[in-house]
């Protein structure tokens, strides 16, 4: 079975402030990881995906296979980051998202 | 280019009514996938689809029916409408490899 577990439901940071959102994964086999985020009322997009290991938007996350996590991280935090996150995780053959509860960053002026 | 999109995007529907959702993409995806959004519960995961002509369950299946005739379209139906249903309902797509979801805007729906 995997399981995704997004301690935080919610997060609020200053502006400039670093902002750090977890995720801890549970799967037996290679799980590939994924980041989205959901501003108000609107559909999710993808942010991040670990096996790109790129940075978007200020943000990046690595795997810690050791630690089981998938941690989002930004070093300072604009107003426009103010939404919900989900951390994902995909395994097996068919391609199942499996999803967190989200948090909800909230970024204060 | 549309990607996803969902239909109706609200319904107000009453117990014991029934009511088909319909997903389209034109990105030529294999996989498509119908999840519901709830308060603190994330998304969970309530049929699936691996190709035109299957369907699977996924985390939350009862209650929910699924057909995917054509590759383009997934459609999800509640065949009587109960209030633990309301919730907003997400459709995604994704194609046969490691790249993600692509979702649709979602349907919010409300049983009463």
């Known amino acids: 079975a995997q399981r995704v577990t997004q301690p935080e439901k919610l997060l609020s940071v200053f502006k400039g402030a670093p902002v750090e959102l977890k995720c801890n994964y549970s799967?037996?086999?290679?799980?590939?990881l994924f980041w989205y985020v959901q501003y108000s009322r609107q559909r999710l997009q993808l942010l991040l995906r670990?096996?790109s290991r790129e940075s978007i938007k200020g943000f990046t996350a690595d795997l810690n296979k050791g630690e089981t996590s998938f941690h989002l991280k930004k070093p300072f935090a604009q107003e426009e980051d103010s939404a919900m996150y989900y951390c994902a995780l995909s395994g097996g053959s068919n391609y199942k998202l499996t999803f967190g509860k989200g948090t909800l960053l909230t970024v204060n002026p | 280019n549309a990607g996803v999109t969902q239909t109706p995007k609200f319904r107000v529907l009453k117990t014991g009514q029934s009511m088909t959702l319909l997903c389209a993409q034109d990105?030529?995806?294999?996989?498509m996938y119908w999840y519901r959004q709830d308060p603190g519960m994330g998304l969970r995961l309530i049929h699936y689809s691996v190709g035109e002509g299957t369907t699977a369950k996924g985390e939350v299946p009862d209650g929910y029916n699924v057909s995917r005739l054509k590759k383009q379209n997934f459609l999800l139906g509640l065949e009587s409408a109960a209030p633990s249903q309301t919730s907003v309902y997400f459709c995604?797509?994704?194609?046969?490899?490691?790249?993600?979801?692509?979702f649709g805007s979602g349907t919010r729906l409300t049983v009463v």
């Open positions: 990105m030529n995806h294999e996989y």
């Open positions: 670990h096996i």
């Open positions: 799967y037996s086999g290679s799980p590939e």
């Open positions: 995604a797509s994704s194609y046969l490899g490691s790249s993600g979801y692509t």
